[in-house]
């Protein structure tokens, strides 16, 4: 069963930059599909990025030009660099993964948190206006 830690989280100001990193505990990402989601308290788990395993990655309209989803599979390791931060950036944010690897998925379901069954326990991300 996969295990997943992020980190890279923070305070930074608006217009700054952060990357967090999601470290899984054998190579779940180079047989999983992935993805980055955020959570503001009262509010509904919001997937904002997906990778596949052949890297094809899909984003939330929210975030697309401003967040890259990336992965080293030598690592074990999955990526989010957060450019151009935003007050309404900040939330709690969970990397996830799920054993499928149809090149389809990602882009269909990849944004869906329902359809993940392995979850990080989530890194802050405070932006600051």
């Known amino acids: 069963q996969a295990s997943l830690v992020e980190s890279g989280g923070g305070s930074v100001q608006s217009g700054g930059s952060l990357t967090l990193s999601c470290q899984a505990s054998?190579?779940?990402?180079?047989?999983?599909?992935a993805g980055w989601f955020r959570q503001v308290p009262g509010k509904e788990l919001e997937g904002i990025a997906a990778?596949?395993?052949?890297?094809?990655?899909s984003y939330a309209d929210s975030v697309k030009g401003r967040f890259t989803i990336s992965k080293d599979n030598a690592k074990n390791t999955l990526y989010l660099q957060m450019n151009s931060l935003k007050p309404e950036d900040t939330a709690m944010y969970y990397c996830?993964?799920?054993?499928?690897?149809?090149?389809?998925?990602?882009?269909?379901?990849?944004?869906?948190?329902?359809?993940?069954?392995?979850w990080g326990q989530g890194t802050q991300v405070t932006v600051s206006s």
């Open positions: 054998d190579d779940t990402f180079s047989f999983y599909c």
């Open positions: 996830a993964a799920v054993a499928v690897g149809s090149r389809a998925w990602v882009g269909n379901f990849g944004l869906d948190a329902s359809k993940y069954n392995y």
């Open positions: 990778i596949d395993t052949d890297g094809l990655t």
